[in-house]
């Protein structure tokens, strides 16, 4: 199984010394897949390993460097377009790994950048950014109501001469979901930089993390989620002796304390993350349940080209992140919408 020559990559370096051509093949096509190759390359380091794979793992940790670059100068763009408006902005997922300088930046791909706003503050937010040069993604109406009735975001916009996109979030999970994470406990406690721009708590980037990838979607990107738990959790522990109580404490906080015990679950089971079981002053105990088989059963779902397998288990997860976002009849219309319009899940 690629995904699962990869998970022993990320947590035993070493493993890869062993490894056979069809093997490496399998362990790059998985790392790509996933959008880990570039922490698979920051992991393996300066091992020996065979010249056609060095050649790969040398271009992820170039494309990894520029991209950590770009993000951090969007960031640093939306900071100056946001800066009369006096709001706190928060980087959210890999910026805020990168600006921070944390492990978990380290071969990251970045992606969209995502930042937390007072949801009071979106009209103004909104404005600045459209006069600053991003223009939206979405033009259909269904989509742009959608999202500004339900959703946890604004519609996604792309920045008119960079061709980067923005996220800009007023909460973590959508509105219709059942967690009602508390937005301005996120932003009152958020970590201020000394450029101006603000991260999540220690604690509450893990529960971030966590809702995001067990509370909010079908699991694609899944193994990378969970790296992100890892590390985090790995190295906030190493510095904070009561860490992982402080995480349950803020999951209970934002009625996210079922996904956090998951991902704890899965990270200690796959990665290895030194979560201890505690007996007071809660009772946790992080060996395996029943249900994580599937949900490990579709993070590893993966062949030796990187394709997807199990389609039934990965199409279930699918419709699982839908019932997480809506009730089943909102769930039922926004599908049937969807669908008239020619959206098909992949």
Partial sequence: ??????????????????????????????????????????????????????????????????ERRQALWEADRARVALAALGVPVVLLKGTAYVAAGLDAGQGRFIGDLDI???RDALH??????IAAGWEWVKEDPYDDAYYRQWMHELPPMIHATRDRMIDVHHTILPLTARPRPDAAALIADAVTLPDGLHLLSPAAMVCHAAAHMLADGDMQGGLRNLWDIHLLCTQFSAAQEDFYASVYEEAARHQLTAPIARALRLARHLYG??????????????????SDRLFI????????WGRETRKGLVFAFYLRSHL??????MLARHLLTKWRKGHRPV
Avoid: F, K
Wanted: proline share 9%.
């Fill in 1 to 66: 199984m690629s995904a699962m020559l990869l998970v022993r990559a990320l947590r035993d370096p070493a493993s890869v010394d062993a490894l056979s051509p069809g093997q490496w093949n399998a362990l790059i096509a998985a790392a790509r897949a996933e959008r880990l190759i570039g922490s698979l390359a920051d992991r393996v380091g300066d091992r020996p390993v065979p010249a056609a794979a060095r050649a790969v793992l040398d271009d992820a940790l170039l494309d990894t460097a520029r």
């Fill in 116 to 118: 937390l706003v007072p």
């Fill in 124 to 129: 103004e937010v909104e404005a600045a950014l």
């Fill in 273 to 290: 993350t030194p979560v201890p079981d505690y007996r007071a002053p809660i009772t946790v105990d992080h060996r395996l349940r029943w």
């Fill in 297 to 304: 059963a579709r993070l590893l779902a993966r062949d030796g």
């Fill in 324 to 329: 997480l976002r809506m009730p089943p009849m």
